[in-house]
């Protein structure tokens, strides 16, 4: 529940000019509370990219990669049946 807060905040905030510290601060507070390595945000409007951030690790590994925007995640086969109801509708 809180994960939708914070994403309809980004999308608020980012719409009126208002990203940085603020929602910055929000999403990573989110990432520690939950534990999770690291995350990535995009928020468009019309069409246009208007906010993107990563926060935490992409890899922990001795190399430790930090999160970027572009980063990709590998999500196994938790995509299948994404495809499937695609394919389906």
Same mark, same amino acid.
């Given at each position: 529940?809180?994960?939708?807060?914070?994403?309809?905040?980004?999308?608020?905030?980012?719409?009126?000019?208002?990203? !940085?510290? =603020?929602?910055?601060?929000?999403? #990573?507070?989110?990432?520690?509370?939950?534990? @999770?390595?690291? %995350? *990535?945000?995009?928020?468009?409007?019309?069409?246009?990219?208007?906010?993107?951030?990563?926060? !935490?690790? =992409?890899?922990?590994?001795?190399? #430790?990669?930090?999160?970027?925007?572009?980063? @990709?995640?590998? %999500? *196994?086969?938790?995509?299948?049946?994404?495809?499937?109801?695609?394919?389906?509708?």
């Amino acid at each position: 529940m809180k994960l939708q807060l914070i994403l309809a905040l980004a999308t608020l905030a980012t719409a009126y000019g208002q990203t !940085g510290t =603020a929602l910055d601060a929000n999403l #990573e507070e989110y990432r520690e509370k939950y534990k @999770l390595p690291g %995350i *990535a945000v995009a928020v468009m409007r019309d069409g246009e990219l208007i906010y993107d951030r990563g926060f !935490g690790l =992409a890899r922990r590994t001795p190399e #430790e990669v930090m999160v970027k925007p572009e980063t @990709l995640f590998r %999500i *196994a086969s938790v995509s299948k049946p994404f495809t499937a109801v695609t394919l389906l509708t």
